[in-house]
């Protein structure tokens, strides 16, 4: 029986993380080589690395970027990957594990407005 191949789909991450990640809502600030700061949003924080939304386009793997981390930082980093605006970075040295924790429980709450549809008079 002939064996399938995987899908080129597959949203498998193509090598294993070093750390394990926790999902947060965390604002953070950003800056890519010599530009100015932007904020940023990120959802997943480890002790060597994170994600993050909300760095401008225009990065690439050569800039080295400085993180700051709700009110930790800076922490010097670099860009892995990039895609549909979000961003993978990693720490030139990870993070320490009480800080990670720190971070994960100070979960900022959502920015979504709930609404209510229905008739209004």
Excluded: H, Y
């Amino acid at each position: 029986m002939a064996r399938s191949k995987p899908s080129k789909l597959a949203n498998l991450p193509l090598e294993k993380r070093a750390d394990e990640r926790t999902a947060v809502n965390l604002a953070g600030r950003c800056r890519a080589g010599d530009r100015d700061e932007q904020e940023v949003l990120v959802t997943e924080i480890g002790a060597a690395g994170c994600r993050m939304l909300g760095l401008s386009a225009g990065v690439t793997k050569s800039d080295r970027l400085e993180l700051w981390l709700g009110d930790s930082g800076p922490f010097a980093a670099k860009l892995k990957w990039a895609k549909r605006g979000l961003f993978g970075i990693e720490f030139e040295r990870p993070l320490d594990a009480a800080l990670v924790q720190s971070l994960a429980s100070a979960d900022a709450p959502p920015n979504v407005v709930p609404m209510r549809r229905g008739w209004t008079d």
